[in-house]
């Protein structure tokens, strides 16, 4: 039987000492995915779950449900990630089971079942039949009649935790390697998969990570869901209204930097291919279709971005081009170049990250660069809908088009749609224009930010049946956007933080205090037990993003907060904002809102006040 595991914890929860343990697997084939502990890297944690099968969350016997254990509980229930929990470090003086217990259904989720060992499901004990039998129908039937066997409870808790109704518990030390066997063994036993079943489907598989090997081959690494792969199959992807194939020239199974060479693979295998451009991390890879290639939304973005400092002779398009191969292999870091200043931006999770940055790009590229303090990522959305126009027509070249802009909600992001005739511009014109509004991230005119949460629906356009090239309707659908922006109200929206605090009752009264002096908002708080207060609110990124050393600070350590992005909204200090960034939306050449036009063989461009009176699609 195949598996995928992630094993997923906080720092110094001891996730590689338990991993070595896997080294003792029993029967089954495990492909064990690698995922960072620290906060810094939650989105290549992300990333990686797109490859599971179970998930194992590590919890510290001493420390407890700390603030990232809860981030990554949240993404894995989000995937639908079936959780198993090993509480590690039972060895220390400080480890009471009850309290971590208790921690884990407080902090984490209700639906626990503790398990000592695997005789607790052998021999039918009561606690196991009672817990599985209040959640399945079926088993609390037989239970009723007092007519039931091992293998129907087996049953209701796969089916249990797959729903992810049930959350296995169990306790030991990876140290010693206590308890590590008896874990592994109710692991197997609970965790079935059936990718033999589908071996003879078309093939289907997902692209989870990018790398690349020291050769500079791009590798694709892809779970197998059904079906089978052979070297030189081909996959067919559209992207900006082409299509094209692209052949699998080599299939590798990697152990950690070691690997080997296969001619095929089946469903459920984790593996590397070369050969494929195109896909980067979440596409669906299906054989026998086309493969259209779009965006992948996640649960964690990066809030904040630094500007990057060349300290040796390298060239800047140097340095922006191995920056580009780490984009392509970590699509969060959004590289992003400024042409008028020659700013190289990259976002990040923290600051903990552009550390790593800086010595991967040494050691890698052999590189010096120095990262600024990061900054906040702020965007831009409109107030109301309003009627965006662009005009591209210097000589021998054609486009116009009309679009209405209007305002999404909250989180929705940039969307595309048609009221556009095809007897006013041709389908493929039309699909054309869909692709250009997609293909860059628009800047607004109040901080040069990127737009987001409008709807951008196309109500005419023209082309010219002799001189209209591919790239004159990029020029008019950018303008645009452009043009339509600068007639709107333009609304600054700032990055917010969900947040969860747990500090001793004695701290409540400088928490609230700290919450309201930094723009934030807060439920009522919760009383965990005598001691504890719970408190979950919401809050600008720009300013809890540094609270949790104050908070361990005043705590003396015994404070805990989890920050989990959660979108943006408008920004309660824009005037500020707007003031300090400075951005001059007159003098970025590369976002104008101007249009081309053309009389008597000569092209003159049009400011966009009063661009409107020139068009043709009015």
Known sequence: M????????HVDAGKTTFSEQLLHFKGDTYYLIDTPGHVDFSAEAERSILALDYAILLVS?????EGHTRTLFHLLKSYEIPVFIFI?????????LQTILNDIESKLVGDILYLNSIDDILKMDN?????????????????????????????????????QECFLVMSGSALKGTGIDSFLEVFSYLSPTDYEAVESSHFLGKAYKIRHDDSGNRLTFIKALSGKLHVKDEFIFETGGKTYGEKVNEIRIYNGKKYEVKNEVCAGEVFAVTGLKTPGCGIDLTMGKI?????????????????VNILDQTDTNTCLEKLRLLESEDPML???????????????????????????????????????????????????PVVGYGHFEPLRHYAEVQLRLEPNPRGAGITFASECHVDNLAANFQHLIETHVF???????LTGSPITDINIVLQNGRAHIKHTEGGDFREATYRAIRQGLEKAKSILLEPFYQFEITVQQSYVGRIMSDIQKMRGSYEPPIHIDEQNIRIKGRGPVETFMDYSIQLASFTKGTGDISLLFDGYDICQNAEEVIKRIAYDKDKDRENTSASVFCAKGTSFVVPWYEAEKYMHTK
């Open 127 to 163: 606690k196991v039949v009672e817990f599985a039998a209040e959640r399945d129908e079926k088993l609390l039937e037989a239970y009723l009649n007092e007519d039931y066997t091992v293998d129907a409870i087996e049953d209701a808790l796969v089916g249990l935790i797959k729903r």
């Open 61 to 65: 016997g001493s420390s407890g449900v």
């Open 291 to 307: 493969n259209r290639i779009s965006n992948t939304s996640y649960y964690l973005t990066p809030a904040l971005q630094s500007k």
């Open 2 to 9: 195949r598996k995928t595991i992630g094993i997923f914890a």
């Open 334 to 384: 959004s590289i992003s170049f400024h042409g008028e200043s020659g700013d190289i931006l990259v976002n990040v999770m923290g600051k903990i990250q552009l550390e790593v940055l800086e010595q991967l790009i040494s050691s890698r590229f052999g590189i010096s660069v120095a990262f600024e303090k990061p900054q906040v990522q702020y965007r831009e959305t409109i107030e109301g």
């Open 439 to 445: 293909e860059k991230k628009h800047k607004g005119i």
């Open 88 to 96: 590690n470090k039972t060895d220390m003086d400080s480890f009471d």
